[in-house]
Structure formats: C-alpha cells, structure tokens
C-alpha cells in the first residue's frame, strides 16, 4: 500500500540571500522564528494538521543544518511506515543529473519519487513562509472546481500588490490572468506560493518546461503562465487566514514582531492547531532579581538578569545585568554580557555580545533596512564595540 | 553500550505530601516547572548509556504512563530495549514502607530474565538528581564486585533525615557494615549514607528472588545486609546533589531551593541533560504589566501579573493584578486578576478567582487540590 491520495513536494533549497547574516551558515527554511520555531516548522505542522503523511523536501543551499532539524520528522508526527519525510538533495544519475536550476527543476528531477507514491494530487509548498493553513479545505476546493492546477490565493494591501505574483479571476474563481510583479496591478489578490497539481497534470507541465529552453524552470514565473495559456482549468483558493513571506531582513523583522501584539491572527497560543518544532530540551527559563521584562515572548533555557522590552528572546539565550534589549530578536543560544543596549537588532544564533557594546538605535534612523542591525551567528562582538543601526556585521572568515 | 539495565521503582506514595500524592506516587508528582519526580531518576539512567529500564508502577499508574508514553521523550522507543512498565504488586497500598520488595521483582521476573546483560541498576523513583553512572558501573566491573551500593558522605548540615541505611566502609570501599538508621544510636551512624540506588548482578538477582519470595514482602536491602558476609558488597561514592521528597515540606524546600543557581548548576546546567515530556507549547509571553523576579517560568505561560520567588509550570495564566509570591503553580492554573497567593502551592488546573487571597507560610505551605476552583 503505498499509493497516496495526496503528497507533498517542499521547496525548501533556496539561499535566502536576502536575509544577510541569518543565512550565512544555513537554509532559509532554519531560520528561527518566534523564539522556538524554524521557519520551516509551520510549513511541516500544515502537512501533520492537514493528514498529509508523506512530504519530499527538496534541499541544496546548506543543508546541514536544516536536515538534522528535520531528522525523521518524529517531532512533527510526519513518521509513518506509509510515506514520511524524505530529504531530496540533486543527485547524480547515469547519463544526467545536475543541482536544482529552479523550483520546477527541482521537482522535475525527483518525478521518481512522485512515481514511487504514484499520487492523484501533489501540492508545491515553500519553506519559507509563515501561516497555519489546512490544506485539506484547498484540495476539497480543488475537486469541487474539477480543476486542474489550484493556487492559493490571499488578499494583500494594494499598495504592497506589486511585489507579488498577481491574479485575475473570473467568477468562478478560475484564473484568466497571472502577473509576476506588475507594475500597475489591476488585482490586489496575491499567489501565496502554494500550488496543488492534478498529479499528470504537474508531469505534463514539467516536461513541457524541461523542454523549453528559454525557461527559468520556475513555477511561479513560467509553469503557472504556460499551464494558463494551455487554457488548462486554474483555479484561485481564497486563504483567508494569516500569511507571510520572510524572505527580506525587513519582512523577518515585522512578522515576528506582530507576534508581540494581543489578538495575533497567527494564534501560537491555539491548542486545536498546534505548531509544532524540534526543540532542544531545556528547564523552564530563570528571571533574576534585576531583571524587567515588558511585553515579550521567552523561551525555556533562558537566563534573564536584564531589561527585556518587546522583543523575543529564543531557547537558551543569556542576559547579564544591566543589559538592555529593546525592539530586538534575539535566536538561540545567545549571550549578552554586562551593561550592553541591544535596540532593533536581529542577534544570530550563539552570537555573543561582551559587556558594554551598543547595538542598534531606537526607532527607524537609519534608512538602511528599516534602521534593523544584523549580527551574523557565531560573531563575538568585542567588549565596548558601538554598531550603527541598520548595519549588517558578518563574522571574518 | 553499557553492560546493565534499569529498575526504578516507582511505586513508593506518601500520605505527608497533603493531597499532591493523593492520586499519583511521588514518581509522578510535578516537580521543577516542567518535570516530574521520576523524569530524574530516568533521565540520569539513560544518560548513563542504559537503553532498557523496567518501572516497577503502583495501583494509581495512569498519570505515569500519560506522562511516559512508550518513552520516546527519553530516547526510550526502541526496537532493542526500551521502556517497559513491571506492574508492581503492591496494588493496594499506598503506604508501602519497602523500597525494594522483592515481591514486586519477582512479579516481573521475565523482564529479568530475558536479558543477557550482567547487572542491573536500581533506583526508587522518589529522588531528585542528576548523576552519571558511568563511572560506578566501571568500578563494579573492575572489582568483580556482587553488589554496589551508590552512598553520600554526610557533613552533619545536609544530613537528610529522610535516609534510612547508613554504610560502614573499609579502605576500599568494600561494605563491612550496613546500619538501619532505627537500630543505631544518634553518634554511631556512619556518615555515608546510603542514597537509595544499587547495581547488582543480574545472576544475583535472580537467585535472592527465587530463594526469597516465599517470605513475601522483604527489602531487598535487608537481603543485602544480612548476606553481606558472603557477597562482595562495594560502595561508590557520589558528591552529587540529591535529594528525597516525602513529605510537603521537603517538596516545598527543594522546590524553592532550584531558585539558587548553585543548585540549578548541579541539576541541570551540566552536560547531561534532564529529559522530560515534551509538549511544544509556545514561548511564555509577558504583557506590558508583567513583573516578574527570582522565579522560574516554564513555557506556554501568559504572565500579566506579579511574580516573586516562584516557580511557575507550563500553560499557567496570570492576570493583571495578581500577585503570586514564594508559590509554585502547577500546570494549567488560572490565576485571575487581583489574586494573591503566598507559601502556596496549587496543584493541576486550580482556578483561584479574582480578589481571593491565599496564604500559607513557609514551614507548611498551603496546598490547594488539582482542578479546585476558588
């Protein structure tokens, strides 16, 4: 028994150049968020609460990292004798082989593993994005509509339409227009990067794309517009729940702050759709007598002898006395010594950061990346050091 | 791979924990924000190479095996070994004084017996620590030893009243005496006093268990003492912390004492790691009018209220206004606004509506039931 009704092909390879230091030493996909998460842990938690048991993720960019995070995929339940999680890094064959060129490429190349499960329905996500969706409601959409090809589709704030994938539907939801990045977009209703395939359908398409020589191999820039002009049945699932997309420093910085605020639409807190991660196991975190902490989120493990300010603060992390973190997120494993002021600063993973060193600035002063300081995993910053917002410090190799 | 498996006797209740023991043995009282007793006694096990551990559990199982699992928290869901639950049986009563009955072993007999590992660990599940075993499972090895007994030199101040056995020893560290606390004059106890937790060889084992289960329920410990003259009876020294909870007081004590980083240092800020159940709750989130000081929070909390030298465990609400000082609020509690507690300790999903004051003191805390709505 392993034929499947539906499975899961996950982008998860991509570099993440845009967001500088966090991506340095590994996937996007292993990023943290929230405090506890990987960003990826949303992605994976959708499959478990949507009944999807088998999911390939397709890696390439620093792997390491991002593989022994998943493991079996145990901590998101995606374990099973019928499917599970399987890593697909490029791979060589007898004649060919090559790394990914391009989302579509990616999955072109592992077709024997669709083959192997032999699904009705494929569904393309990506690695990279923040929301809790049950997909079972898009593909009960999708057999509703006979469609073919079904996006999922979110209203985002006309001004913003522009940086995404722009659709125009006709009243029954199918699709009679796809723009990437319009200049003038005449629709604010935005692909939100998930697709799901009639499984001969996604063959079909990507073969025609292997052909084509002129193609990126992408599935947002070339199959949706060439499976439209087959005049293939495209339909827009409206997803009206909570989305985003953390591929800039800027759009990192915002989500996890919104996390910050009461009546979050993303919800951590629903015990009826939990997310869930792979943890490290630590005791509950400790608050000295000298520490303040203001509208924030800490995790287990962390020492907290400072001012905490609305920030989040990830497993692990140290706070000295007389440390300020303002406006700031702080990722796993972090210390910051003695009397440091950490304002609008991304801290990577193990960074430390000695005694008296001010990072950042309050507020939005510095027209680089909305004022944001970056310092990249692993940096030491030396004791006094003085960093300007909005720069991005990256460890001397 | 380390050559011994695991027993823990998880069984042992109390009637002086107030209502915490009521319905779960010790093992499975919370303890520590997000651990229970048990996960101690499991995890020092495991993180001493031991793959396969035997819980010898009381009539009241189920908050044990809710917490447990098939063990997969503690690396324990395996083909090879593994987490295997010996119903013990002393099913009705709760205020068993034995530590080790025999009778309880004999009941599980095949656990014993369908392995081919030489020696057996043994520890009561009533204890907080954090020790590697490594190193006393080598000694007994190397001194062929039949029986090694894991003891604690005492300096008069930490002497911990709830001990029983106190060893005698020779230069090297072989057992000539073994003292019942009951039997002997205040002066001439020995220092070392026995902290509950033996290796013994699983050939042995076997052979007191069939020779000694018609006397019914004995102490292994007492087998022990009285055959000491023909064993090769060994102890290991520990400097560890560890500590016996049974009465409320002790809970309370001990349970404030993780606020003191020394003590947190020894339990858990070293390389081995206390395992526990996980549950993937979110971050704790402090509102705007949280203040908190001297306490440890565990995950999934919402904190709008005050804190002050507590100790506060998973998914617990604080309101606005409330005020929770020198407490330990277990999982799930609601606290709601302009409540205050002092030298309390609420137990599982305790509700304590607004304006409502609760005040222990420290010599007994006050301890409110689980799922008690105030």
Redesign the interface.
């Known amino acids: 028994m392993k034929r499947q009704e539906c499975i899961a092909m996950l982008l998860a390879g991509g570099q993440g150049s845009r967001l500088g230091g966090l991506t340095k030493n590994r996937a996007k996909p292993a990023v943290s968020f929230?405090?506890?998460y990987r960003i990826i842990d949303f992605t994976l938690s959708n499959c478990t609460n949507s009944n999807i048991n088998t999911v390939g993720v397709l890696i390439q960019y620093k792997p390491f990292l991002l593989n022994s995070y998943i493991g079996l995929g145990?901590a998101w339940d995606l374990d099973n004798p019928f499917g599970g999680v399987h890593i697909l890094p490029p791979f060589l064959g007898e004649t060919e082989g090559s790394w990914y060129n391009g989302t579509a490429n990616a999955v072109y190349q592992n077709y024997e593993f669709i083959d192997y499960y032999d699904p009705e329905y494929v569904i393309i996500l990506s690695g990279d994005h923040v929301y809790k969706m049950d997909y079972t409601d898009m593909l009960r959409f999708h057999k509703e509509k006979k469609s073919e090809i079904t996006l999922a589709t979110i209203q985002v704030p006309w001004e913003e339409a522009s940086r995404f994938g722009i659709l125009t539907i006709d009243t029954d939801a199918r699709i009679t227009k796809f723009t990437e990045k319009p200049a003038e977009p005449d629709s604010n209703l935005a692909s939100m990067g998930v697709y799901i395939f009639n499984g001969s359908t996604l063959k079909q398409a990507l073969i025609a794309d292997k052909g084509d020589y002129l193609s990126q191999n992408d599935f947002g820039k070339n199959i949706i517009p060439h499976q439209l002009k087959q005049k293939k049945r495209v339909y827009a699932y409206k997803f009206n729940g909570y989305w985003r997309d953390v591929g800039t420093i800027e759009s990192y910085y915002q989500a996890n702050m919104e996390s910050?605020r009461d009546g979050h639409f993303l919800n951590?807190?629903d015990p009826k759709f939990?997310?869930?991660?792979n943890?490290d196991?630590?005791?509950?975190?400790?608050?000295?007598?000298t520490?303040?902490?203001?509208?924030?989120?800490?995790?287990?493990g962390c020492i907290v002898h400072g001012n905490?300010i609305n920030s989040?603060?990830a497993p692990g992390v140290y706070v000295g006395e007389g440390v300020e973190i303002k406006d700031s997120i702080v990722l796993p494993y972090v210390k910051v010594h003695k009397g440091s002021k950490i304002y609008r600063t991304i801290l990577g993973e193990n960074a430390e950061i000695m005694s008296h060193c001010i990072i950042g600035a309050e507020g939005n002063i510095s027209p680089a990346q909305e004022g944001i300081a970056v310092i990249e995993d692993y940096h030491q910053v030396p004791e006094g050091t003085v960093i300007d917002a909005g720069m991005n410090v990256y460890r001397s190799r | 791979m380390s050559n011994a498996i695991g027993i823990i006797f998880a069984n042992s209740g109390s009637d002086n924990l107030q209502g915490l023991a009521l319905e779960r043995p010790i093992a499975a009282v919370p303890f520590g924000g997000r651990y229970r007793i048990l996960d101690f006694a499991l995890s020092s096990m495991v993180n001493s190479g031991i793959r396969t551990i035997g819980l010898v559990t009381p009539h009241q199982y189920r908050p044990l095996l809710d917490h447990l699992g098939a063990g997969k928290d503690w690396f324990l869901e395996r083909k090879d070994g593994g987490l295997f639950i010996l119903p013990g049986v002393m099913h009705a009563l709760t205020g068993n004084k034995h530590t080790f009955c025999i009778k309880d072993l004999e009941n599980n007999l095949e656990y014993l017996q369908k392995d081919f590992v030489e020696n057996v660990l043994i520890s009561s599940g009533d204890q907080i620590f954090n020790i590697n075993f490594r190193d006393t499972l080598e000694e007994h090895k190397d001194k062929h030893a039949d029986v090694t007994l894991i003891y604690k030199d005492n300096n008069n101040s930490d002497n911990d009243p709830n001990s029983e056995i106190f060893l005698e020893l020779d230069e090297d560290r072989r057992v000539s005496n073994i003292q019942d606390k009951n039997g002997v004059e205040g002066n001439d106890l020995s220092p070392s006093q026995f902290v509950n937790i033996l290796l013994i060889r699983r050939e042995l084992l076997l052979e007191i268990i069939k020779k000694y289960s018609s006397f019914g329920c004995i102490d292994l410990m007492t087998i022990i003492a009285v055959n000491r003259g023909v064993l090769k009876v060994f102890g290991s020294p520990t400097s560890s912390l560890i500590s016996t909870i049974r009465t409320i007081k002790d809970y309370y004590d001990r349970s404030m004492d993780l606020l003191n980083l020394n003590v947190r240092e020894q339990l858990w800020l070293g390389v081995d790691r206390t395992h526990t159940k996980i549950v993937d709750n979110p971050p704790t989130k402090y509102t705007s009018k949280a203040k908190v000081q001297n306490s440890l929070i565990a995950s999934g909390c919402t904190i709008a209220g005050e804190v002050i030298n507590s100790i506060v465990f998973r998914g617990v609400i604080l309101e606005q206004g409330c005020r929770i000082q020198n407490s330990i609020i277990m999982p799930k509690c609601h606290i709601y606004a302009n409540a205050q507690t002092n030298f309390t300790i609420l137990d599982k999903s305790v509700r304590v509506h607004g304006e409502n004051v609760l005040k222990g003191s420290e010599s007994h805390p006050l301890v409110i039931l689980k799922k008690t709505v105030i």
């Not at chain 1, 196991?281 to 007598?289: A, D, K, R, S, T």
């Not at chain 1, 520490?291 to 287990?300: G, V, Y």
């Open positions: 929230c405090g506890k145990s910050l951590i807190f939990r997310i869930f991660s943890e196991i630590f005791p509950p975190h400790f608050v000295g007598e520490a303040k902490i203001e509208n924030s989120l800490i995790c287990n905490i989040i603060l």
